[in-house]
């Protein structure tokens, strides 16, 4: 593509899509665009409608005979989850098939609102535009179309809002609309930034709506009334969601939903309502949670990274090995943490990472206050925000000065340092990339001796990791038998590896969300990378498990973050698990 000069005026989010309106005297269509916000955050996507109007007075200014060099432009908004489109600063870059830059200017997106009289003439006409050039479904158009004309609707007896829940990045919706399951239904907010139609609903049974439409002489079509869907997050109070009927050509308001405070649920509520309606009795399928809860659990705009560190006691050699232990929201795990440094072997330093806001002063205070009695090298680091397992075992690595990383959960008790000895020079050895450790419950069973991952039914058949023996008494070893086994893989809990294959393999993904399943990919791609993943089995350590994870939301929330987790892992390794 050749632009020889080119200008986008005005922007919109609309139903999904961003709507760009400008100009080019070039010859080609643009073919992408990026975005990208002030603090560095990049979206990018391709064009996927152009259309071409008459800009009289630019062609005139270039001297083009031509006058359809207005453009109404098309692209998909997903690409850009994360940023913060509407009313941010921006910078708008337009790229060629080649991927060369052809233009760039600084930019803002607008937010279109619906009224009694449609949407103001000068943000409709470009949506006008690329509804005519088929960058909607004809259902999503036509209702697009209806708003545009200033359809206004109001609530009425045909609809009903139980609750609406904020999760993450969007809300779910959930209520009631008279024959939903035999319905052609569009759900658009007033601002057209998102609509749901079609396979984007679930419906489910609501006998008591039939009974009350039989009651009132309402034809009853079926019994399948109750309707629940996921949307984008609505950042103000008392928006409104129209519903529309869509008949082959016309569209029908149905009426609107008011998702008013009074009607707010907590996310457990919501996400229980999403499993039982969208799987039954079963979690819901892979592809549906990937539809419906992933945009929601994760389309949260990116906070910028920022940490500081408090180094409590210097250390007077270097260390051999770096503990590094996020605290998540049970500061009261400290003290055991603190008494509990004598137990590791020489050589080692501690590198606490407090990931919650909500605790940093306590924790912060607790190690000043007891500065004089620590003997061993100790930093805090004091995370800007709450990031996660992954990335706040990244900045405890960051920090950390060893050539040996020990990633340690705060709930771990250390009666028996033998085990950090055995798993040191197993790796100093070459034998393993990653050791881990039998761990056991305060009663002296098992909670974790190795991991194998198998398929799970309760996962719609995915691979999940599954713990051998957890809850039971540990078998006996043998005098004669290996103190390290090799094993598939080993919990986060306690893991051990070598900084520089840590570093080359990249880390734990950042990309699976709030803790599960990032040891079981490190554990694989350690394993595709040539070496093996060890466990020593010499005992001396316990693990109350998950004591920090039951803060970071209820069954519900736990379980959809899991589930969604296992999802990421299996498109990444179901392949090579499967052979």
């Known amino acids: 593509m050749t632009v020889e000069t080119m200008f986008i005026d005005s922007g919109v989010v609309v139903a999904g899509k961003i709507v760009l309106t400008g100009w080019t005297v070039g010859e080609d269509d643009p073919v992408t665009f990026r975005l990208e916000t002030s603090d560095g955050r990049v979206g990018e996507a391709g064009v996927e409608c152009c259309v071409r109007f008459d800009r009289a007075d630019v062609a005139e200014l270039y001297g083009h005979a031509a006058i359809d060099v207005g453009c109404a432009i098309g692209i998909a908004v997903e690409p850009f989850a994360g940023l913060d489109l509407v009313g941010a600063p921006l910078t708008l870059t337009v790229l060629d098939a080649a991927g060369d830059i052809v233009h760039a200017q ?3 997106m607008a937010r279109l609102v619906v009224g009694p009289d449609g949407v103001a003439a000068d943000q409709r006409w470009p949506i006008d535009l690329v509804i005519g050039g088929a960058l909607f479904a004809p ?3 036509r209702a697009l179309q209806w708003g545009l004309d200033g359809g206004c609707a109001v ?3 045909h609809i009903f809002l139980d609750s609406w829940a904020r999760v993450g990045g969007g809300v779910i919706v959930s209520g009631w609309i008279e024959n939903a399951a035999t319905r052609q239904l569009v759900v658009l907010t007033d601002t057209l930034d998102a609509a749901r139609a079609g396979s984007d609903l ?7 709506v039939a009974d009350a439409m039989r009651r009132r002489g309402a034809a009853v079509e079926t019994s399948h009334h109750g309707f629940l869907t996921t949307l984008p997050l609505v950042d103000r ?4 969601l129209f519903v529309l009927a869509d008949h082959g050509g016309r569209v ?7 998702l008013a405070a009074d009607r707010i649920d907590s996310v457990e509520n919501a996400l229980n309502n999403f499993t039982t309606h969208f799987g039954g009795g079963a979690l819901p399928s892979p592809a549906v949670m990937v539809r419906h809860v992933r945009p929601l659990l994760t389309g949260q705009s990116a906070p910028a990274v920022t940490h500081e560190v ?3 006691r210097e250390p007077t050699a270097p260390p051999r090995l770096s503990v590094i232990v996020p605290l998540y929201a049970r500061p009261f795990l400290l003290r055991a943490i603190l008494a509990n440094q004598a137990a590791y072997p020489a050589g080692t330093e501690f590198i606490y990472v407090s990931d919650d806001p909500r605790q940093h002063l306590v924790v ?3 190690l000043m206050d007891r500065r004089g009695l620590i003997d061993r090298p100790t930093t805090l680091v004091i995370n800007g925000g709450n990031y996660g397992f992954s990335v706040a075992n990244a900045i405890g690595a960051r920090v950390a000065s060893a050539p040996l990383l020990l990633f340690q959960n705060s709930d771990v008790w250390i009666e028996d340092g033998q085990a950090l000895t055995v798993a040191t020079a197993e790796l100093d050895r070459g034998r393993f990339g990653i050791v881990g450790f039998r761990l056991l419950y305060e009663d002296d069973t098992l909670q974790h001796d190795g991991m194998v991952l198998r398929r799970g039914r309760h996962v719609h058949d995915l691979f999940a990791a599954e713990h051998l023996g957890k809850g039971l008494p540990p078998e006996p070893i043998a005098a004669d038998a290996a103190m390290t086994i090799g094993v598939p893989a080993v919990t986060g809990a306690m893991m051990m590896i070598a900084r520089d294959w840590y570093d080359a393999l990249g880390g734990f993904d950042p990309g699976y969300v709030r803790g599960d399943f990032e040891d079981a990919d490190l554990c694989l791609r350690s394993v595709a990378g040539g070496r093996p993943v060890g466990l020593v089995r010499t005992g001396g350590m316990r693990h109350l498990e998950r004591q920090s994870l039951v803060h970071s939301g209820g069954d519900a929330l736990r379980s959809a973050i899991t589930y969604l987790n296992c999802i990421r892992f299996n498109a990444r390794w179901h392949e090579d698990l499967a052979a």
């Open 106 to 108: 600084a930019f803002a």
């Open 139 to 141: 259902a999503v158009a």
């Open 155 to 157: 609530e009425t007896p």
């Open 202 to 208: 679930a419906t489910f049974d609501r006998p008591d």
């Open 237 to 240: 109070e008392n928006a409104l």
């Open 252 to 258: 029908r308001p149905l009426g609107a939903l008011v």
């Open 310 to 312: 408090l180094r409590l």
């Open 364 to 366: 912060r205070n607790y």
